[in-house]
């Protein structure tokens, strides 16, 4: 007889596919019938998905807005030509054809959306101040850094993508932790990510329980924000207490990734902090010169 052997579906860290470093797994079954390993990312894993992050942070939030926005829209070029493999992935996870279909249709319809607005924020949500000296006052916006998200647990892929891409839209770097009831797409994006001109470290993927790993996340130094997604106002409360300690911002951005009320500029500005620049400017004098 042959043996069916199950897939176990890696991490996504580093531009790399490795196992966790505890060796655990999970198995992922639908109605009962075990279709596949998960690995059960552990502390080492979170820590080593955040300094990758932060290694790739700086490269890509000095890139071009218009490079970022190619970027953005070869990920949905690459999920265009996969579409297939996800719908009978999502399906797989316990969904019927449509509405795998429709994931997948609005997943890339989402990631062309913030494509566009890559290159065009600043201009809209930057300003020109007045004051009362004889300055120039602009304000403009930085990417915050390193933001981890927990994804939601409702959806399989559409959540995922609702996360990720606003926040490396607009130059931070991000790590997820994928939905614990529907983790399969996850990793299937990172191969999207891996194939898609993404530089590695950019987006990190873990999959496992955000039981196991919230105190990590929202306790971590070098992680500036929290993206949170899930359901439990439990968890909610404890990142934002865990992260008050070193002044993270954490974001609810629970809502239903369905809805087109999803495709909004402002959840790229949950993750950009305002820089004020101030520049003097010299007064014409009497005999005409000057600026």
């Known amino acids: 007889n042959t043996v069916h052997v199950l897939k176990t579906y890696k991490l996504y860290i580093d531009g790399k596919f490795p196992r966790t470093e505890s060796g655990r797994s999970i198995p992922y079954k639908v109605k009962e019938k075990q279709i596949a390993n998960i690995c059960r990312s552990s502390r080492k894993d979170l820590r080593n998905a955040v ?54 249709r ?59 891409i606003p926040i490396i839209c607009g130059g931070n770097t991000c790590i997820i932790l994928a939905s614990e009831r529907f983790p399969l797409s996850a990793i299937t994006f990172a191969e999207v990510l891996n194939s898609s001109d993404v530089p590695a470290g950019v987006v ?33 409360s404890k990142l934002k207490e ?22 909004n500029p402002y959840v790229i500005m949950n993750y950009c902090e305002v820089k004020t620049t101030w520049h003097p400017i010299e007064k014409i004098g009497a005999s005409g010169s000057g600026y």
């Open 51 to 104: 300094v990758a992050a932060r290694k790739a942070q700086e490269s890509w939030a000095n890139k071009t807005a218009f490079n970022r926005s190619q970027i953005l829209y070869r990920i949905a070029e690459m999920l265009e030509g996969r579409k297939s493999q996800f719908i009978e992935e999502i399906m797989l996870q316990g969904f019927d054809k449509k509405s795998a279909n429709n994931e997948v």
């Open 106 to 164: 609005l997943a890339i319809d989402r990631v062309i959306y913030f494509a566009g607005w890559a290159d065009k924020f600043q201009q809209v949500f930057s300003s020109v101040n007045p004051v009362a000296s004889d300055h120039f006052n602009f304000s403009i916006y930085e990417p915050t850094g390193v933001v981890f998200a927990f994804a939601d647990d409702e959806t399989a892929l559409i959540g995922l993508i609702s996360s990720i």
């Open 204 to 236: 990190n993927i873990l999959t496992g329980l955000a039981e196991e790993l919230i105190s990590h996340a929202g306790s971590h130094k070098d992680i500036n924000a929290i993206s949170y997604a899930r359901s439990s106002k439990n968890n909610l």
């Open 242 to 263: 865990l992260a008050a300690d070193n002044v993270k911002r954490v974001h609810d951005e629970r809502a239903d990734f369905w809805s087109e009320a999803c495709a």
